[in-house]
Nanobody, 124 residues
Framework: QVQLVESGGRLVQAGDSLRLSCAAS????????MAWFRQAPGKEREFVAA?????????YYADSVKGRFTISRDNAKGMVYLQMNDLEAEDTAVYYC????????????????WGQGTQVTVSS
């Protein structure tokens, strides 16, 4: 069982940077692949970034955020981060942290655990 709590979302200007955090509880955190998804009003939840379990040596990014966003994890602290640079108005959404046992996936329905989300609003 893994419980997730996101934080760090807020209103920012286009071009700003923001770091989202996801605090995970549960002794099996390290064995879970983690990901960030986002959902804008009227749209489906979409993949943003994922990181492999254990050392987190493998990462994946959506084309729309590649080169601007960086996902990372700190297993000792039970944390996953999403560093977002050069934010654009199109990045406005509720950002969700997801966890699934073992391998990464870019598909939301394959993630077992979810947080409640944190709102990111980018003003142009």
């Amino acid at each position: 069982q893994v419980q997730l709590v996101e934080s760090g979302g807020r209103l920012v200007q286009a071009g700003d940077s923001l770091r989202l955090s996801c605090a995970a509880s549960g002794r099996t955190f390290s064995s879970h692949a983690m990901a960030w998804f986002r959902q804008a009003p009227g749209k489906e939840r979409e993949f943003v970034a994922a990181i492999s379990n254990w050392s987190g040596g493998i990462t994946y990014y959506a084309d729309s955020v590649k080169g601007r966003f960086t996902i990372s994890r700190d297993n000792a602290k039970g944390m996953v981060y999403l560093q977002m640079n050069d934010l654009e108005a199109e990045d406005t959404a509720v950002y969700y942290c997801g966890a699934r046992l073992y391998g990464t996936s870019t598909t939301a329905r394959q993630y077992t655990y979810w947080g409640q989300g944190t709102q990111v609003t980018v003003s142009s």
